[in-house]
């Protein structure tokens, strides 16, 4: 099993920055990319960033060259900077993970992120 623990969120003013964290721990060897996906309110979640182990990234439209996603693999942490945010980037945002053990993503808690006018 992976736990995920997500922290960064907050309120900002649009045009601020934020920065996310999510830290793993467990069975982390076998995880092969890992990821952002946010959800507002009345509509479905949905894939912002996701890194994999070549370092390679993709984004979502809405955020291509605003958010930069990262990581640390020495502390098993990935970063999401989001920068010019926007009022439509409010919603939960969760941080995955894929796994070559398991056929199921694992998922963080979520934290919220609200950008206001």
């Known amino acids: 099993q992976v736990q995920l623990v997500e922290s960064g969120g907050g309120s900002v003013q649009a045009g601020g920055s934020l920065r996310l964290a999510c830290s793993a721990s467990?069975?982390?060897?076998?995880?092969?990319?890992m990821g952002w996906y946010r959800q507002a309110p009345g509509k479905q979640r949905e894939l912002v960033a996701k890194?994999?182990?070549?370092?390679?990234?993709n984004y979502a439209d809405s955020v291509k060259g605003r958010f930069t996603i990262s990581r640390d693999s020495a502390k098993n942490t990935v970063f999401l900077q989001m920068n010019s945010l926007k009022p439509e980037d409010t919603g939960v945002y969760y941080c995955?993970?894929?796994?070559?053990?398991?056929?199921?993503?694992?998922w963080g808690q979520g934290t919220q992120v609200t950008v206001s006018s």
């Open positions: 995955n993970a894929n796994h070559r053990h398991y056929a199921y993503d694992f």
């Open positions: 890194i994999n182990n070549g370092e390679m990234t």
């Open positions: 467990g069975s982390i060897f076998a995880i092969y990319a």
